[in-house]
């Protein structure tokens, strides 16, 4: 599933390609998303400008230039590519909103179904935003907020940081790397953890999501950039999917996946301990 760095890695494509851009027509969009939209949205984006891009955790927010915005969770699958007009026939277009002028257009792309792509009417934008109950975005938030937060609940560790009300953005990939290392076990209760290691873990949150950001993200199946282009982040995890690989940390113990929380997580037994 996408995380924040490959969310942020479309965001900035999306940027590059669809801001200021002209909306002339939604040319088609699929039963799943038309429901989870108000009737008639195609009809009113219709010659509306995109203002902006930007994003909360793995929330994208298209912004248009009437106060509305277009909320995508790309998901499992989620894929934003931006391409002509003229796509050959693809069951997994399910969105496509093709733009004034160039010839060329934004596809929702989805193998699995389960992404949103939802037209949030200027009004009620504040309210749906606020109802989705987001924690601070794991790239913007302060350190002392990020300590104050984690300490404050009596809960593991990993299924707190993946919890988007906690801190936004971070998903099983990423998790599991910060905390192999952070050397903190994902079943450690954050309020038992010293603040300082917690510090440390925020350091390495921060350069960790950065180089990934710098690697166009992770792929390990379907994800891509808006112009196709997979991430290249894969090649430098050290934790995530690495079960059997000798630690590089340590250099004693080879990866190991366990579960928790009903995930599978890779650490190293040695430089986490219980
Ligand atoms: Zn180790």
Redesign the pocket.
């Known amino acids: 599933m996408p995380e924040l760095p490959e969310v942020e890695t479309v965001v900035r494509g999306l940027q590059g390609c669809v801001a200021g851009k002209t909306i002339s027509e939604i040319e088609y969009c699929a039963p799943h998303l038309r429901k989870l939209n108000l009737r008639g949205f195609a009809g009113k984006v219709a010659g509306r400008i995109i203002d902006s891009i930007d994003r909360i955790g793995k929330n994208i927010f298209i912004n248009l230039d009437d106060g509305a915005v277009f909320l995508v969770h790309l998901r499992m699958t989620g894929q934003l590519l931006y391409c002509c007009q003229q796509v050959p026939e693809d069951n997994h277009n399910h969105l496509k909103m093709n733009f004034v002028g160039n010839g060329e257009a934004l596809l929702f792309r989805d193998v699995r179904k389960f992404g949103h792509f939802i037209h949030i009417p200027a009004k009620k934008k504040s309210a749906y935003i606020e109802s989705m109950g987001l924690g601070e975005d794991a790239l913007k938030i302060e350190a002392d907020s990020f300590v104050e937060v984690l300490k404050s609940k009596k809960r593991m560790i990993k299924p707190l940081l993946l919890d988007q009300s906690v801190v936004a953005g971070l998903g099983n990939i990423y998790v599991d790397e910060i905390l192999h290392r952070s050397k903190v076990h994902p079943q450690k209760i954050s309020s038992g953890i010293a603040s300082r290691k917690l510090r440390e873990m925020y350091d390495h949150m921060q350069r960790i999501l950065r180089f990934s950001i710098e690697n166009m993200g992770t792929t390990f199946d379907s994800f891509s950039g808006v112009n196709s282009e997979p991430g290249r982040n894969q090649n430098y995890l050290l934790a995530y999917n690495n079960a059997g690989k000798l ?1 590089s ?5 080879k990866i190991k996946r366990i579960v928790v929380a009903q995930r599978g997580t890779f650490i ?1 037994t ?2 986490q301990r219980p």
Do not use: D, S, T, V
């Open positions: 630690c940390l340590c250099g004693k113990r190293c040695n430089c």
